[in-house]
């Protein structure tokens, strides 16, 4: 199977601005998605999606593959779609899976992209996503982490920027998860994804997955081993500048950009 890793990116983020090129340790946010990306040894190609031609720029500049998209997606999916169509344009063949990173999550290890992308091996899934269980109460309330509840197949039942479950009527902790942005789609999937409307609560909850979801397409949720961190405000940009610095894969690719 052909599988092709996409990092959508555009500097007009609302909740961050211009995010993409934000520095830590010296390196821009986007160059440490592309450069842990490329160590997953399951992607045969890799490339940046934006509307920005700044990024383009910066991808041409460490040598990494970018392709330009439309500046009018609303969703990362979308931008992601579009990146795969005219990527197989380009080279003239076509990919079986698709995985979506997020560029926005400097810390991401290469070995989640493998724990996303085994599940679509097989044949038996068409969307699988990765899952982190949360910690906090801080962390559960926070709106810009999206909240997962699964059935006991594992797969989404649903997706919210709120508390999900209620911890309300019951007296017990109750575990909660936050859906990562680190989706597999099978080529189908991600192309079935763009040829549906915008579902109504996908734009209340503001989360792709839910277009899928009220579609009844299954999301299968993995809990991933691995820590996540993104970057949404000026403050994470702090708090990852620091763990950046003691991350033990990234002491083996700085060594690239001095």
Do not use: W
Request: a negative charge.
């Amino acid at each position: 199977m052909r599988v092709l890793g996409v990092i959508p990116a555009r500097m007009a983020a609302t909740r961050f601005p211009n995010k993409p090129l934000a520095s830590i340790q010296e390196i821009p946010m986007i160059g440490h998605c592309y450069i842990r990306c490329k160590m997953c040894n399951l992607f045969d190609d890799l490339y940046v999606a934006t509307c920005d031609q700044v990024i383009i720029d910066y991808m041409s500049s460490i040598e990494g593959n970018a392709i330009m998209t439309s500046d009018i997606h609303e969703r990362a999916s979308e931008r992601t779609a579009e990146a795969l169509l005219n990527i197989e344009a380009i080279k003239n063949l076509r990919y079986d899976i698709v995985v979506m990173i997020q560029g926005d999550e400097p810390l991401v290890d290469p070995e989640m992209m493998n724990e996303a992308i085994i599940p679509l091996l097989n044949g038996q899934n068409q969307v699988s996503n990765l899952m982190k269980a949360l910690h906090t109460q801080d962390d559960v309330e926070n709106p810009n982490h999206v909240k997962v509840v699964v059935d006991i197949f594992g797969n989404a039942l649903y997706m919210s920027r709120e508390p999900i479950p209620s911890a309300k009527k019951i007296k017990e902790k109750i575990q909660a998860y936050r859906q990562l942005g680190l989706i597999a789609f099978t080529r189908e999937a991600l192309l079935q994804f763009v040829s549906l409307k915008p579902s109504s609560l996908e734009i209340i909850e503001s989360v792709d997955m839910n277009r899928f979801l009220e579609n009844r397409i299954p999301v299968h949720m993995i809990e991933t081993k691995f820590e996540a961190d993104s970057v949404d405000t000026a403050e994470d940009l702090i708090r990852v500048e620091e763990k950046m610095a003691k991350d033990d894969l990234f002491k083996k690719y700085k060594i690239l950009f001095k």
